[in-house]
């Protein structure tokens, strides 16, 4: 049976025979007519959306659990915008592991509802996820809560979280055995854990052949923490208030803020910021033209590639990858964007129909 | 990059080289709670709901747009109850192909979003897919326009496309090289084709060596047209009414009925029919016991199995795998059933919570 802990043991050093769902192992596809329609010939994206929970946190996810039931853990607190808690619901209901979700205010009913289809335990805090204070004082609650009572606190962030992040490395190693060259990788990012993860994997099986790739960030304008420490060329990641509508990258404070700004540097990448317009553009422009199928914060890398490729950051014969971190079904509003009406008809109008249609 | 085309390319013996979106090489996961309650141990499920579009039609989809474009046609129709559409759509989408579908006038709404935002046309048929009578005139109006004006008409089923069903026995060419011993497969029976294609898989790799599994096809009740014929011994596929409420399984007409029929007794297989209470009652279990998020049809097998199994069809110490065809994101009317709602709460509500959790 195919196991992508099985398959990098020895990479990352890491062995984890006890939880799998089939995480991992995600396509790389070519694009078909985006970089075609930019005159750039090697652009792909890396399907994490194919995910067993629908996105990349599974990889997150397995090594948590692993190690919940290595130490012999039957509960567990979490706090998620919503791909997290999906992931660790399921996980948590293969496992036998009861589990305690506070979600972001703003989270879409998807993920909540996925979240209690495997019984997890949710609860909405409000401001969570707006504001970097109130945000913040949620965190240290429930981690002075998680050691007081030596409960797992599961945040997919190496603040909070080591364990489970080194999963997330196996992403960057399954695109060094996917493609022979790869110049640029772009990645949303919210708590900045998935960029740090990215960057270590890559440094893990490319680090001494001059191969690394330059890893760029994608934020939304209304949560920008990472690029506006880029842009003034700070080491300070400035707490905001967000106000971007993209589920996931609504990630007011500095979590893993400060390690995916040295990740980028080291690498030589840069970051982009788009407008939440732009992004749910990516979002339908990967559904019109590309076949795949991404919620907002998953498109969010596509928009941050077309900005740096239109300012001049990318050559036309270099290689670039977009990282598809969530499913398209994760966000049904943004999708409803896109209805176009669905017609109600009798089975006497097929042939009418087709004759327009055809003509 | 992985391709199952040009893995499978000698055993199947049809090319694919210019259609991809990472379909096939689809996870095969060990039940870890619903199996031991029963206190069988080898109970597997094949989670076909992490292909692409998120069901097994991406194995057929790929191989008729290839056809498509080997052909120089840019334009199909196509007949659906959901996750065909979905995946037509997006393969469709991907190859600028243009595709008007016309789709069971009881689709759920999420295949109707996912295909609109692919750019698809589609057209809900009334009374499509509730009577064999109106379901036939359907198929036979359009099959006559396609015929006419020479434009491809899509329908997952040897019947009408006999060569993207080609593509569904990679299916079966998976699950042999991940089980070594399979005794039995339990696949859910809609029009029958996944059913025949599964079986004709099985023959292909495994033909000579005595290790054919049986297959068994599970229906809703509601729409019986297959296990009718079995228990009556008859090679008749009747016209039914279709009462069920799950999607992609209400076929009330012969379409590769007779064929799925003459399978299940070739393999030594059986047909289980069950409620579609029974069904939903399955889909609830995947979430809840074993992290699969699975759409109803895609439960249906599962269903079977129990059934089966009560009924000592099956022995403790053989092998059973079930088909998880579609994914829980695909209907989530009956996600929200398992709804058991989401509190607000406050930031400072959440230490007395984790203690009452805790207790």
């Known amino acids: ?13 890491v062995e984890n025979q006890l939880v799998s769902l089939g995480e991992g192992d995600t396509p790389l596809v070519a694009s078909s007519h985006i970089g075609a329609s930019l005159a750039f010939e090697h652009l792909y994206f890396k399907l994490e959306n194919l995910n067993p929970t629908g996105s990349f946190k599974d990889r997150f996810t397995a090594l948590e659990i692993a190690e919940m039931i290595k130490q012999r853990k039957n509960i567990c607190i979490a706090t998620s915008s919503g791909n997290t808690g999906s992931s660790l619901a399921a996980y948590a209901a ?58 797992p606190l599961v945040v997919s962030a190496f603040r909070f979280s080591p364990v489970g992040m080194q999963g997330v490395k196996t992403l960057a190693y399954e695109l060094a055995d996917q493609l022979e060259q790869i110049d640029h990788v772009f ?16 440094k893990d099986c490319l680090g001494s052949t ?75 422009l990967l559904c019109q033209q590309e076949g795949i199928y991404a919620e907002p914060a998953g498109a969010t890398a596509l928009a ?12 036309k014969q270099e290689t670039a990858i977009c990282l598809i971190t969530g499913h398209g079904f994760k966000d049904m509003a943004s999708i409803e964007k896109m209805n176009t009406g669905i017609q109600v008809i009798e089975r006497e109008q097929i042939s009418e129909i087709i004759r327009q249609g055809l003509s």
Chains 1, 2 share one sequence.
Not at 98 to 126: D, S, T, W
Not at 187 to 202: D, E, M, N, R, Y
Request: aromatic share 10%.
């Open 187 to 202: 990645i949303p990012v919210g708590s900045g854990g998935l960029l740090t993860a990215v960057w270590q994997g890559f």
């Open 1 to 13: 049976l195919r196991n992508v802990w099985a398959h990098y043991k020895n990479l990352l050093g």
């Open 94 to 151: 293969r496992y036998g592991i009861r589990c305690y979700i506070f979600v972001n205010y703003h989270a879409p009913k998807e993920k909540l509802l996925q979240m209690l289809a495997h019984g997890a335990k949710i609860y909405r805090v409000r401001h969570f996820g707006d504001s970097a204070k109130d945000t913040m004082a949620v965190f240290s609650e429930l981690k002075n809560y998680a050691e007081q009572e030596r409960v």
């Open 304 to 315: 941050g590639f077309i900005k740096a490729f239109q300012q001049g950051f990318i050559r």
């Open 210 to 284: 001059q191969l690394l790739p330059k890893i760029h960030a994608v934020q939304p304008d209304g949560c920008a923490t990472i690029i506006k420490a880029l842009l003034s060329n700070s080491d300070e990641i400035k707490p905001a208030i967000a106000t971007t509508k993209i589920s996931g990258l609504a990630v007011p404070c500095n979590i893993d803020g400060s390690l995916a700004l040295a990740a980028i540097r080291e690498s030589g990448g840069w970051g982009f910021s788009v407008t939440d317009e732009e992004i749910w553009r990516a979002q339908a």
